[in-house]
């Protein structure tokens, strides 16, 4: 069973930063793409940023130039940076990761980090 473990969420005030860590129970390279998703009070889950085992990677235009993915294959840890943090970026974040086995999808989620951005 994969487990995926995020960490690094808190209280921060608008215009700062955090950084969040998704630490996997197994080589990260095994996943087709891995990604950060965030929850607000009453809203939908919407993709924040992705990236792939070859390495493209995809932001949502509300974080581009904020906020950035990257990844460590020997520490099996997605990161996300996020820079000029807006209240509006106040949200519970998960990590995702999708791979494939004999044509069939598999998906794992991480049980979520707050960050909360104060005004």
């Known amino acids: 069973q994969v487990q995926l473990v995020e960490s690094g969420g808190g209280l921060v005030q608008a215009g700062g930063s955090l950084k969040l860590s998704c630490a996997a129970s197994?080589?990260?390279?095994?996943?087709?793409?891995m990604g950060w998703y965030r929850q607000a009070p009453g809203k939908q889950r919407e993709l924040v940023a992705t990236?792939?085992?070859?390495?493209?990677?995809n932001y949502a235009d509300s974080v581009k130039g904020r906020f950035t993915i990257s990844r460590d294959n020997a520490k099996n840890t997605v990161y996300l940076q996020m820079n000029s943090l807006t209240p509006e970026d106040t949200a519970v974040y998960y990590c995702?990761?999708?791979?494939?086995?004999?044509?069939?999808?598999?998906?794992?989620w991480g049980q979520g980090t707050q960050v909360t951005v104060s005004s």
């Open positions: 995702d990761a999708r791979w494939e086995v004999s044509a069939s999808l598999f998906e794992s």
């Open positions: 197994i080589s990260i390279l095994s996943f087709n793409t």
């Open positions: 990236i792939t085992r070859g390495g493209s990677i």
